[in-house]
């Protein structure tokens, strides 16, 4: 049986070959079949490989394990992306231990001009909501996707602000995508599959081991443009993403937060250690990628005004302002009888909106640009 993709699972779960040598192996060869066709000349190609290296290609085991795995695919709906694809991620492909195949599922269009991963602690704090709400909302203009790791924490927020602003968004996972976890996530997982998709380089059956992670990790840095680090402490994926984003000449950007919390700590290590720029404010971070910055809002105009739904009270304020204008507050407060406070309500909300503007000596007038 010369079935590509079976040889292609089976190579990617050979033992005794690391994955620098496995993309070596993919380099020269193009194919896990043609290195299965022509293992003899492994040895020539790369010296450096010991003998039993050649003996894990010619074992059973992984091709047998790959059968087993095609046949969990076609049941759970689960696609794959080798190396040598041409829709291969080509940022991850730049890595020297990108993975030789990739699981997924949800859409293929992982390739976007843009893409950037957000990490952080599961511990997070309230201020990491608005930090990455401010974020995406000042990056949505864009064609880009947010990559991350699916726990608990800036994971999840990451993941389902990316969903509320209609942003594609990719989960990397650290187990089989024949389970999800933490399983708290389930539904958000659901949820990602309908505007990004579920990526990992584990086979299904293969459980969420604590060693998984940090390769789950350099997916995620290999997959994204920049990494943002909200929140995090010295110690963890966070920090192990990060420095994988910066090993491979990654961007890598930190919000500083407070110096004496410990959810600050590894932020500011970083920044402290020249690895991660400041996080500022998203036209802080568009600028230091030289991504385009979107338009300024145009200012409404007069004839723009007269859209806004006012209540009835509030039309006939514009309109008496406009025959009286400038006119003073006491005079207005007379004429609609009117308590103070809310009168003062409903010219505070007709000077926000444009439609009014207050002048010296208590005045009002109709603003006109």
Request: glycine letters at 6%.
């Amino acid at each position: 049986m010369n079935d590509p993709l079976l040889y292609s699972i089976a190579f990617s779960q050979i033992h005794g070959i690391n994955l620098y040598e496995r993309k070596k192996l993919m380099n020269v060869f193009g194919s896990a079949l043609s290195i299965y066709n022509a293992c003899h000349q492994v040895a020539e190609a790369f010296v450096d490989l010991e003998i039993k290296s050649i003996e894990s290609i010619l074992s059973p085991w992984p091709l047998k394990a790959a059968a087993e795995e095609l046949a969990t695919m076609k049941l759970l709906n689960i696609d794959t992306c080798c190396i040598d694809d041409a829709t291969y991620p080509n940022r991850l492909f730049q890595c020297e231990d990108a993975p030789t195949i990739l699981f997924y599922k949800g859409i293929k269009k992982w390739n976007l001009p843009y893409l950037i991963s957000i990490v952080g602690t599961r511990a997070h704090t309230r201020q990491s909501f608005a930090i990455i709400k401010d974020l995406i909302e000042g990056i949505k203009h864009l064609p880009i996707g947010i990559i991350s790791g699916l726990a608990l924490g800036i994971d999840t927020i990451a993941h389902k602000t990316a969903l509320e602003y209609t942003l594609p968004t990719w989960a990397v996972l650290g187990h089989g995508l024949d389970m999800i976890y933490p399983t708290q996530n389930r539904q958000l997982a659901i949820s990602i599959l309908e505007q990004g998709g579920l990526f990992t380089e584990f086979t299904s059956k293969t459980s969420p081991l604590h060693f998984h992670f940090p390769k789950r990790n350099r997916i995620v840095a290999g997959l994204s443009d920049a990494t943002i680090v909200v929140e995090t402490d010295t110690k963890g994926g966070s920090m192990i993403t990060a420095g994988l984003a910066f090993k491979y000449n990654r961007e890598v950007f930190a919000a500083p937060g407070k110096i004496y919390d410990p959810k600050s700590r590894g932020c500011l290590a970083l920044i402290k250690n020249n690895m991660a720029s400041i996080y500022h404010d998203p036209i802080h971070f568009l600028e230091a990628m030289q991504w385009p910055i979107p338009e300024k809002p145009k200012i409404r105009k007069q004839n723009q005004q007269r859209s806004f739904n006012w209540d009835p009270i509030s039309q006939q304020i514009i309109e008496f302002i406009d025959i009286h204008s400038p006119v003073q507050e006491a005079f207005i407060h007379e004429h609609f009888s009117m308590e103070s406070a809310q009168l003062a309500a409903k010219l505070l909300d007709l000077e926000l909106d444009g439609a009014i503007e207050r002048q010296a000596g208590n005045q009002y007038a109709r603003k006109i640009d």
